[in-house]
């Protein structure tokens, strides 16, 4: 009789959950915009493509292949390709449309620029409108046409493909490459790790974040029609690995912080004028930032990875007549360093000694080699302290980029220390 009971429980259990499951199936199908970026992000490859494709979102039907002089393949944007993206933090996603290159630019048109400038996300309009990055700001202050060929996801070696690429063509007098000391460090870690034939991760796409008994059966379906088919079972994979490293990463039991990401907390708050608290990087993203500034430490001279990238800047240079300079951008937490509280108190100094360290490198090679450099971080700094209230920040809380604010003023320091260059040139 008991087994009987048991029997029907299981059964009637077993109903529930198909039920539920479907349920789930449907409701995700018919309302994709209800899975997350940090979960789409965690799907299947081909299920988050087809997903990204309806909802508009940067994908690879969106993007082109460029081959690199080294047999790379680089994928950026196409020419006219929309993105959506959201305009400011906190408003509705809208899509934007890139120039007939690919990149964003308002315009286009004219065939030749004084000015080409290289970059990553930052430097591209990430949550700002084309005409709001500080590179065309740089135009507006400066008077000079300049053209934006920043893309995000890439590194300095990428900069170089691209202004091979695309930017040549433009016969700049000058060329600027704004190194982000955020990733663009890890981005030429990578760089060498692929040339080496080395995965700087060391962990696949889809790492399993179900207990190891059952992480067979769960390598078995992903790898099957119901991993790049189903949105319930990539909405619960993808949930179970976000869900485990909230857990680890808002814990607070006080163990030494180790130098695996997915220890390292990366929150803090700047401190507005009126003693209010302003919480930067909620989402405890961007640990490659922390996670490198702990693990270069104890090592002497981790930013080599820089050289062989700013010796073929120059070579360039030489070759197609132009003035190469290099800026540096200091991420947020070294902009806000006189008004920020971490979370975690640990990862503080390594950060501040991990910008300096990064900025007298770069300072160097490049007087070596006899490249304009720029850092304003100081002057940011300066900044900072009339720039710390939600809606005249200088970076947006969430995504720790320029806000519009802070693309106009850093234009206008980059202007400031480039007059003289940009008026002879």
Same mark, same amino acid.
């Given at each position: 009789m008991k087994f009987l009971l048991f029997k029907g429980s299981l059964v009637r259990g077993v109903i529930i959950i198909i039920f539920l499951t479907l349920l789930l199936e449907g409701f995700l199908r018919f309302f994709p915009q209800i899975i997350s970026l940090p979960l789409l992000v965690r799907f299947h490859p081909e299920l988050r $493509?087809? /997903?990204?494709?309806?909802? @508009?979102?940067?994908?690879?039907?969106?993007k082109r292949e460029v081959k690199t002089? +080294? #047999?790379?393949?680089?994928?950026? !944007? %196409?020419?006219? *390709? =929309?993105?959506? /993206?959201?305009?400011?933090? #906190?408003t509705s996603p809208t899509d934007i449309t890139m120039d007939e290159n690919g990149f964003c630019n308002p315009s286009a048109e004219q065939k030749n620029y004084d000015v080409v400038v290289l970059g990553d996300s930052v430097t591209w309009c990430t949550t700002v409108k084309a005409e709001e990055t500080w590179p065309y700001q740089l135009h507006e202050v400066s008077g000079k046409s300049v053209y934006n060929l920043g893309h995000p996801g890439f590194g300095i070696f990428e900069y170089l493909d691209l202004l091979k690429a695309f930017g040549l063509a433009k016969t700049p007098k000058v060329v600027i490459m704004g190194i982000y000391e955020g990733n663009d460090y890890q981005d030429a870690v990578n760089y060498h790790s692929a040339i080496a034939g080395v995965d700087p991760g060391g962990q696949s796409e889809w790492p399993c974040a179900l207990p190891e008994s059952i992480c067979p059966y769960y390598r078995?379906? =992903?790898?099957?029609?119901?991993g790049n088919k189903s949105y319930s079972f990539n909405f619960f994979v993808a949930s179970t690995k976000y869900v485990k490293d909230w857990v680890i990463t808002n814990a607070k039991d006080g163990s030494a912080i180790a130098t695996n990401k997915s220890d390292?907390? !990366?929150?803090?708050?700047?401190? @507005?004028?009126?003693?209010?608290?302003?919480? !930067?990087?909620? @989402?405890?993203?961007?640990?490659? +930032?922390?996670?490198?500034?702990?693990? &270069?430490?104890?090592?002497e001279n981790p930013f080599y990875v820089y050289e062989e990238a700013l010796k073929r800047f120059k070579k360039l240079s030489e070759e197609k007549n132009f003035k190469p300079v290099i800026v540096y951008i200091p991420s947020a937490h070294i902009t806000y360093t006189d008004y920020i509280n971490f979370e975690d108190q640990r990862i503080n100094k390594p950060l501040i000694e991990f910008s300096l360290r990064? %900025?007298?490198?770069? *300072?160097? &090679?490049?007087?070596?080699?006899? /490249?304009?450099?720029?850092?304003?971080?100081?002057?940011?700094?300066? +900044? *900072?302290?009339?720039? %710390?209230?939600? #809606?005249?920040?200088?970076? $947006?809380? =969430?995504?720790?980029? !320029?806000?519009?604010? @802070?693309?106009?003023? $850093? *234009? +206008?320091?980059?202007?400031?220390?480039?007059?003289?260059?940009? =008026?002879? %040139?």
């Open positions: $493509f087809q /997903i990204a494709d309806r909802l @508009g979102l940067p994908n690879i039907a969106s002089d +080294e #047999g790379r393949i680089l994928k950026v !944007f %196409r020419p006219f *390709a =929309k993105v959506l /993206i959201t305009i400011h933090e #906190g078995m379906l =992903k790898n099957s029609s119901v390292l907390i !990366f929150r803090y708050v700047v401190k @507005g004028p009126d003693n209010s608290e302003i919480t !930067f990087n909620p @989402g405890n993203n961007s640990l490659d +930032e922390p996670q490198n500034a702990l693990q &270069v430490q104890s090592i990064q %900025r007298m490198y770069l *300072a160097k &090679v490049a007087n070596d080699l006899k /490249i304009t450099f720029v850092d304003p971080t100081k002057d940011l700094q300066k +900044e *900072a302290t009339t720039h %710390r209230t939600l #809606g005249n920040l200088l970076y $947006f809380p =969430k995504n720790m980029h !320029f806000t519009p604010m @802070g693309h106009r003023i $850093f *234009a +206008e320091i980059v202007n400031k220390k480039l007059t003289s260059l940009l =008026k002879t %040139r």
